[in-house]
T-cell receptor, first 113, second 112 residues
Framework: GAGVSQSPSNKVTEKGKDVELRCDPISGHTALYWYRQSLGQGLEFLIYFQGNSAPDKSGLPSDRFSAERTGGSVSTLTIQRTQQEDSAVYLC???????????FGSGTRLTVV | DQQVKQNSPSLSVQEGRISILNCDYTNSMFDYFLWYKKYPAEGPTFLISISSIKDKNEDGRFTVFLNKSAKHLSLHIVPSQPGDSAVYFCAARRGTASKLTFGTGTRLQVTL
């Protein structure tokens, strides 16, 4: 597609439920990143996929968070047993080789009530 | 540990004047720096970047300056326009093909 597409754009969930966030990167981009922005905070790195290499999961805040990237394209970020502190905007980005600047999607605003 | 810091959460500048946004970093291994602009309800968009082998990079109204000895970079916007009102994020990277570390952002408001 022309840009990075994320769905849903907004998600309200009850505490304790699982959620899945989807990212469809720009076609041909081999690198894909997940970040999140909590209220009043900067962009916090979560996970990075580059081609067929093992993902860099060093930013995932707990084992409730996981992500996968199927076929080197679409990625899904899963948060299990959501907590209120998980409320944030989750941003996905992709880049051609992992160098240079990223192209971000518009994000998914997750609210845990 | 905040490795990239933007100490000014907000800045207000009159239209036509210069906007200067500052960023400090602590990791001397960072070798590539970028600025992103973010409008509400949109993802950040890439604005300008600079490699550590340079001290200045210019693109139209936007110039980024890098002072490696001070571990400081700045973004100059001149002349500032109302459409520049947004949140600006500084980001840094260590080596090629690695994740970006972002600052907390500075909200710029350009007033008429």
């Amino acid at each position: 597609g022309a840009g990075v597409s994320q769905s849903p754009s907004n998600k309200v969930t009850e505490k304790g439920k699982d959620v899945e966030l989807r990212c469809d990167p720009i076609s041909g981009h081999t690198a894909l990143y997940w970040y999140r922005q909590s209220l009043g905070q900067g962009l916090e790195f979560l996970i990075y996929f580059q081609g067929n290499s093992a993902p860099d999961k060093s930013g995932l805040p707990s084992d409730r968070f996981s992500a996968e990237r199927t076929g080197g394209s679409v990625s899904t970020l899963t948060i299990q047993r959501t907590q209120q502190e998980d409320s944030a905007v989750y941003l996905c980005a992709s880049s051609y080789t992992g160098t240079g600047g990223y192209t971000f999607g518009s994000g998914t605003r997750l609210t845990v009530v | 540990d905040q490795q990239v810091k933007q100490n000014s959460p907000s800045l207000s500048v009159q239209e036509g004047r210069i906007s200067i946004l500052n960023c400090d970093y602590t990791n001397s291994m960072f070798d590539y720096f970028l600025w992103y602009k973010k409008y509400p309800a949109e993802g950040p968009t890439f604005l300008i970047s600079i490699s550590s082998i340079k001290d200045k990079n210019e693109d139209g109204r936007f110039t980024v300056f890098l002072n490696k000895s001070a571990k400081h970079l700045s973004l100059h916007i001149v002349p500032s326009q109302p459409g520049d009102s947004a949140v600006y994020f500084c980001a840094a990277r260590r080596g090629t093909a690695s994740k970006l570390t972002f600052g907390t952002g500075t909200r710029l408001q350009v007033t008429l």
